[in-house]
């Protein structure tokens, strides 16, 4: 039970260049998040899904996608990455929407 | 808005110490629930604890418990017998029926636990 694993762990791109997150979770929970981690802050909700083939806006969506095709995998895409989303990335997941386990993180660094 | 403040940006104690990290949070609502997650170095988000705001008995996790205070909007974190694998960043978070279904952070608060 690897639980909630995240790819990849860390990654630089060049202003304007795309790329996906991965994240994957063994415990067929329905939900899903992404959140973002800047210094000296708590997490924020860049987007959710309640289940598969669903997806919502969280508090800053602003330059990511996301989709849920299966139950078990959320991507979250950045299409023209900007130094601005440079962060910490974590995926979580939950059975019941308010108790959420997470992943360990992707580290990405935008020049 | 929901807001949740961590008033200490920084402890330390020694190990075996006994230590509390303070959490405050504000709402209007009845159904929510609180927690307490861990972030060591290697950043990986950890739940340590949970309490359901309709418990009135505090929640406790082997050497973890709270002081969960609903009238004060208090919800404190008690370390007993410190251990150096408890130093990390500390986060309080609650979530609410109505919170569009996200966790609402505090600042964190970093403890060090000293040999």
């Known amino acids: 039970n690897a639980g909630v694993t995240q790819t990849p762990k860390f990654r630089v791109l060049k202003t304007g260049q795309s790329m996906t997150l991965l994240c994957a979770q063994d415990m067929n929970h329905e939900y899903m998040y992404w959140y973002r981690q800047d210094p000296g802050m708590g997490l924020r909700l860049i987007h959710y899904s309640v289940g598969e083939g669903t997806t919502a806006k969280g508090e800053v969506p602003d330059g990511y996608n996301v989709s849920r095709l299966k139950k078990q995998n959320f991507l979250l895409g950045l299409e023209s990455a900007a130094p601005s989303q440079t962060s910490v990335y974590f995926c979580?997941?939950?059975?019941?929407?308010?108790?959420?386990?997470f992943g360990p993180g992707t580290r990405l660094l935008v020049l | 808005a929901q807001t949740v403040t961590q008033s200490q940006p920084e402890m330390s104690v020694q190990e075996a110490e006994t230590v509390t990290l303070s959490c405050t949070y504000d709402t209007s609502e009845n159904n929510y629930y609180l927690f307490w997650y861990k972030q060591p170095p290697s950043r990986q988000m950890i739940l340590v604890i949970r309490?359901?705001?309709?418990k009135q008995q505090n929640a406790t996790e082997n050497r973890f418990s709270v002081n969960f205070q609903k009238a004060a909007k208090s919800f404190s974190l008690k370390i007993s017998d410190s251990q150096l694998g408890d130093t990390a960043m500390y986060f309080c978070a609650s979530w609410y029926v109505d919170s569009n279904y996200q966790l609402i952070w505090g600042a964190g608060t970093k403890l060090i636990i000293k040999p």
């Open positions: 309490q359901e705001a309709y």
């Open positions: 979580a997941s939950s059975y019941q929407p308010d108790t959420q386990y």
